[in-house]
């Protein structure tokens, strides 16, 4: 169902959200109202992978706004994979001896029952200043308004040196299928600013922003599986030897053991300018752990947060287990699974390694069963990226506190950075720490991030173009 909203209409929203993350008056109203619109009829696509699947609908709707724009129809490309889609649009710069910027983003979102939410996921509405459902959050939203900035930029003579490429991958929750595709078409690319990433932070009770941060690197995803096989037996005869059990004992090892915490420039950027917004207790520790990654107490304090054990170094967990095959037998075959997020620098084999000399239990076999990952190191603190992202937040939010951050999840940056094409996760919107939503129920964002989104992207993408 296409819904469209008048420009003067959708005005009056975003007027009427307050102070959630306002700043300037609208300067761009057109492009404004363009991305509301835009967002509001993605979202009622259910582009959920499986049967049913409505992302090349998302991409149709991409490119038509495009083509409507002043993009020539033949540099939009959707292409089919499966049961979804990628998308890529080409704007041509003056000099073609110049890498292309690229703009990524997905079109996807995870599935949602309308029966578990207060409002159909697939409905979206504005109430109280903020966008409704599935994509409000990851990542709709912010493809409008990155689609309207370039749309306004066109709209306003701008003429880029080198091409802009605006890609959005359609399996980006599931498979990442398309995303490897992307990023391998894509390889030749300058840099990537990746809209799925970064953001920032509004304060939980003003709701002004409190600061923001772009992500230059994100933890590999790993997925390892252990099995012990046994020849079983009857129940009535226990052996000293069962599969189970020695599966159990490896994975107690695995699950009391600390891969070694660690720092890099990113992230020791990252502990020192966030200590500042944390509980006392906390920031210390950050602050610790930053000037000496060996600190025992502030590891400690660290790791028993979740927000940041994350942060300090790998982590890996037990995430799923089989045993047995009969209520009265002993067991032939036992396996779990162990999910694993690698400190950029390692490899998963490393990893691997690390976690059988750990389970210490000669009986257990490890396998890397991991699909749709590969490992990346983090991107380059590349000044001219930094500068250009540093400004664009200040022309919007004057004084604002911006500094780097490391992603725990997995993104389509990876697949770029796979490539040695540096990647920054560079988000304009911003939400409170309590009202992120993504992946959830009742998902949803302030409206009132539209605007200075818009004059973000319009400065970022001209300095990293012209």
């Not at 189970?244 to 020791?268: C, M």
């Not at 000496?292 to 927000?307: E, F, G, H, M, Y």
């Amino acid at each position: 169902m296409r819904m469209m909203v008048a420009g003067a209409a959708v005005a009056a929203i975003l007027a009427a959200s307050g102070g959630q993350a306002a700043a300037a008056p609208a300067a761009h109203p057109q492009a404004e109202a363009q991305a509301l619109d835009l967002a509001r009829q993605a979202i009622a696509l259910r582009s959920v992978g499986g049967p049913g699947n409505k992302t090349p609908d998302v991409a149709s709707l991409f490119k038509q706004a495009l083509v409507a724009g002043g993009f020539a129809a033949e540099d939009v490309t959707i292409t089919p994979v499966d049961d979804t889609a990628y998308f890529i649009g080409r704007w041509r710069g003056s000099d073609p001896n110049l890498k292309p910027l690229v703009i990524s983003g997905h079109m996807d979102v995870v599935e949602a029952n309308p029966k578990d939410w207060q409002r159909d996921p697939f409905t979206p509405i504005v109430e109280n200043g903020y966008l409704y459902g599935r994509g409000a959050t990851d990542m709709k939203l912010d493809a409008a308004i990155a689609l309207a900035a370039l749309i306004e930029l066109r709209r306003e003579g701008y003429r880029p040196r080198r091409d802009i490429v605006v890609e959005f991958s359609g399996d980006e929750e599931t498979v990442m299928k398309t995303s490897a595709i992307i990023a391998e078409r894509l390889k030749n690319a300058e840099l990537v600013i990746n809209i799925d990433g970064g953001g920032g932070t509004l304060d939980e009770k003003s709701g002004k922003p409190l600061y923001f941060t772009w992500q230059g690197a994100e933890k590999t995803y790993a997925d390892f599986q252990l099995t012990v096989t046994n020849p079983g037996g009857h129940s009535s005869a226990p052996r000293r030897v069962n599969a189970i059990n020695q599966l159990a004992a490896a994975l107690v090892r695995i699950g009391e053991y600390q891969f070694k915490p660690e720092v890099s420039d990113l992230t020791r950027s990252y502990f020192v300018a966030a200590s500042r917004y944390e509980a006392p207790a906390t920031a210390a520790a950050m602050r610790a752990f930053a000037a000496n990654p060996a600190d025992r107490q502030a590891i400690r304090v660290l790791t028993d947060d979740p927000s940041m054990v994350g942060k300090i170094g790998t982590t890996c967990v037990s995430t799923m287990i089989n045993g047995g095959h009969a209520l009265n037998a002993l067991p032939q075959r036992a396996t779990a699974n162990i999910n694993c997020r690698i400190f950029p620098g390692h490899k998963p084999a490393d990893i691997m390694a690390e976690l059988k000399r750990v389970a210490a239990e000669p009986a257990v076999t490890f396998t890397d069963v991991t699909e749709g990952s590969v490992a990346n190191d983090a991107s380059p603190m590349r000044a001219d990226f930094v500068a250009a992202v540093t400004k664009a937040m200040a022309e919007v939010y004057p004084g604002l506190p911006v500094f780097p951050s490391q992603a725990s999840g997995a993104s389509d940056s990876m697949w770029f950075r796979y490539h040695h094409v540096p990647s920054y996760g560079a988000s304009p919107v911003f939400t409170k720490n309590s009202e992120d939503f993504s992946h959830g129920l009742n998902e949803r964002t302030p409206v009132a991030n539209i605007g200075p989104a818009i004059a973000y992207y319009l400065s970022l993408v001209r300095d990293l173009t012209k």
